[in-house]
């Protein structure tokens, strides 16, 4: 888990949930934080802070269900070779 990355995620969502200590593995959709819409503004989220590009196919609950899940998923994507 990177520090770094898991600190911009929690950072961002501590914007959208400023009464709530959200744990690094709590699900943010069980919890009901998330809307249709804030889960497209959390893709955009991912795409802009990283610099990735969130796939069709990543479009799984479960990468974005969590700060650590997050943090995999970015790091992941990260670590992906760029295709040319």
Known sequence: MSTDTRARIAEYLSRFFPVHDLKDDDNIFELGFVS????MQLVSFVEHEF????????????YFQSISALDSFVTRKLSAPVPH
Do not use: P
């Not at 249709?36 to 889960?39: D, I, R, W």
């Not at 590009?53 to 609950?61: A, F, G, P, S, Y």
């Open 51 to 62: 610099g990735i590009t969130v796939e069709n196919e990543d479009l799984e609950l479960e």
């Open 36 to 39: 249709s819409m804030f889960a």
